[in-house]
């Protein structure tokens, strides 16, 4: 593994990051404010219509953030093919049931890695430095997904790519994942909820973050810091639902 190996695939990851985000941001946010009709797909969770001058804040972050997220994902990349990591490709080394149950773990690790790195990210003394760049928008597009300060970024791009070395990983389910994380956070900055009534007062809403919980952050800053679950959220009393 050379500095010029990890140096190729980090350009490489980097235009991959850049382009899937803002094909599958732009595609989203189109498909959601219909700017013809003026109307929402979904219900409106903004109340203003998404301004120019956001969106252009929210891609400048977005594509700055790509390489910082490429740069370890590299890493893991080349230690990979020379051996060093915990990433296999034969399905009956640890059977089908660890695909499924490795993909709860990364699931379950990641979100509450985020909720507590989140919360301390808005410490006054920290959240200038930290997180400030992505709470510009107070009233989020498709676009803010990926909108993190460096700092953010570099915080966040290390996890996945480290515990590959020390969970087993399939490269299906890494797929999966990042599948996962992408839609996640693009519907949940949407600025508009996609998900019927019934699935977000339900069951599904009630254990699952969507929109309509993650759009009340950018209103509320101490409440609902969660990622992929309320879990913690309710569990440290920062869970909400009023506006």
């Known amino acids: 593994m050379s500095l010029k190996s990890i ?11 850049a382009v899937r985000y803002v094909l599958i941001a732009w ?31 929210e891609l400048k972050l977005s594509l700055l953030s790509s390489w910082i997220y490429a740069l370890p994902a590299a890493v893991g990349l080349e ?26 773990i990364y699931l379950v690790v ?19 430095w930290t997180h400030a760049g992505h709470h ?4 989020p597009t498709a676009f803010a997904s990926f909108s993190f300060d460096w700092t953010e970024a570099a915080l966040n791009a290390w996890l996945l790519p480290a ?3 020390v969970i087993p990983i399939h490269p299906a389910v890494i797929l999966t994942l990042l599948t996962l994380a992408t839609i996640a956070a693009v519907l949940n900055h949407s600025g508009a909820e996609v998900l019927p009534p019934w699935m977000v007062k339900g069951p599904v809403g009630d254990w699952l ?27 440290m009393g920062t869970d909400t639902m009023a506006r």
Do not use: C
Not at 88 to 97: A, E, H, K, P, S
Not at 117 to 123: A, N, Q, S, T
Not at 136 to 139: A, D, E, G, K, T
């Open 27 to 57: 595609m989203t946010h189109a498909l959601i404010w219909r700017r013809r009709s003026q109307t929402t797909a979904g219900t409106r969770l903004n109340r203003d219509w998404p301004k120019a001058a956001t969106i252009k804040h």
């Open 110 to 128: 990641q979100d509450a890695y985020y909720y507590w790195l989140h919360r301390v990210m808005h410490h006054p003394a920290l959240f200038r």
């Open 163 to 165: 515990m590959a070395f």
């Open 7 to 17: 140096a190729l695939s980090t350009l490489a990851l980097t235009l991959i990051i």
């Open 136 to 139: 510009r928008s107070r009233q």
């Open 79 to 104: 230690a990979w093919k020379h051996g060093a990591t915990q990433v296999y490709l034969d399905v009956d080394r640890y059977g089908v049931w660890w695909l499924v149950a490795s993909g709860l």
């Open 209 to 235: 973050i969507t929109a309509s919980h993650h759009s009340i952050h950018h209103i509320h800053y101490r409440k609902n810091f969660g990622l992929y679950f309320r879990f913690w959220d309710r569990l």
